[in-house]
């Protein structure tokens, strides 16, 4: 993965590349050849591609926009795009996957147009290796927040031990421990996106058991953080 990160120095903001670099390591050091879930992806391919060769992208915002930012982003950080299927029908549980060699890897990508805060897809329902969110706040007035105990709990769930939460603007916990929740903080930096928070940073927690009743304790941290 570090090798990708060294491809993309020309796409990725100079603020970011040490911590994509970081990023990459722990990922590789943990080797969970398991899919990777991004929640609201859009067509963020440069970032994805530093986390794994499986990724599932869940965005229900304008589809075939972001099938075309997809292919455009895969072609600006040098990829080839091999093959195009579509199974079944977008919005209605279909995919669109695209396979596309990067660095000399193939590289699987798989599109779903969902709403991200309700929708596991089949891909991952044995676990991912990363769960990455950035800027989670709605861009339909129907979908959910990504940040909600709800959907976060879910998502939690299905992180394999030795797996990754990577996010920026979507908090692990605010007054709770990493650790209380399962989780520690490995690595914190800078990484790019399209918010008014310009500083906000980006986190990436390891896995280190699970917690059956993370959504109660997600509640708990929610309701703390609103009477402080």
Sequence with gaps: M???????????????IDFMLRIAE????????????????????????ILGDKLIFVDSHLPETTLTEIRNNIDKIGGEILEEQRV????????????????????????????ATKFIPHE????????FVKVPHPKEPKVGSLTSPESLSRA???IALGGFYLE???????????????FIKVASGY?????????????????????????DLLKLDLKLSQEL
């Design 191 to 215: 990484i790019s996106a399209l918010s008014v928070n310009y500083n906000a940073k980006g986190n990436l927690y390891k896995k280190i058991r699970n917690v059956e009743n993370i959504y």
């Design 124 to 131: 991952i329902r044995r676990g991912c290796s990363v769960y």
């Design 88 to 115: 079944g029908e977008l919005g209605l549980g279909g995919r669109h996957i695209i396979s596309f060699e990067f660095c000399n890897d193939l590289i699987e990508l798989i599109y779903y147009a969902e709403d």
């Design 2 to 16: 570090q090798k990708r990160v060294k491809a993309l120095m020309d796409i990725l903001e100079p603020e970011e």
């Design 156 to 158: 939690l769930k299905l």
């Design 26 to 49: 722990k990922i590789e050091k943990a080797n969970l050849n398991l899919p990777v879930l991004y929640a609201g992806s859009g067509g963020d391919v440069e970032h994805a591609v």
């Design 168 to 182: 920026r603007e979507c908090p692990l916990c605010r007054v709770l421990r990493p650790e209380d929740l399962g």
